[in-house]
């Protein structure tokens, strides 16, 4: 489930500036002001869950990708890793970094190893892919 909040603009500039000073995006500040008052058990369960988020956006930019490009439809996770060889050769080096911090997320929901730091980490690269590939299917429309 997703939510929409609508903020007044002089207050989503104010959440920009800060997000910007902090080196986050504007969700990362608001999603740490939610959970900063949680128990640290239930902190870590919230970032477990994004953890495992981070990496169906990746899998499914990269089923989106692979659709938009070839139409084909990738249904496996060894479809998945040897697809993203695909991106990475037409994207950049980049590419394998960002799946790479996916699938690192990916074991973290079942291990329950990484930290706020490793999902905030994480979320940059995913973001990036996913921003990319958006970028080059609406493009093309």
Not at 36 to 55: F, H, M, S, V
Not at 90 to 112: I, K, P, Q, R
């Amino acid at each position: 489930m997703s939510l929409t909040i609508v903020l007044p603009r002089r207050i989503a500039g104010k959440l920009r500036q800060e997000a910007e000073k902090q080196g986050a995006s504007p969700e990362e500040l608001v999603i740490e002001a939610v959970l900063g008052n949680l128990d640290p058990p239930e902190r870590a369960r919230e970032y477990i869950e994004a953890a495992e988020k981070l990496w169906g956006a990746a899998a499914l930019a990269v089923k989106a990708y692979a659709s938009w490009r070839d139409g084909k439809r990738l249904s496996s996770h060894s479809e998945l890793w040897m697809y993203k060889n695909r991106l990475k050769h037409e994207l950049g080096e980049w590419v394998h970094d960002a799946w790479m911090s996916a699938n690192g997320m990916h074991t973290c929901f079942y291990e329950g190893w990484c930290s706020e730091e490793d999902v905030r980490d994480s979320l940059k690269r995913v973001e990036k892919l996913v921003r990319e590939i958006k970028a080059r299917i609406t493009r093309t429309r």
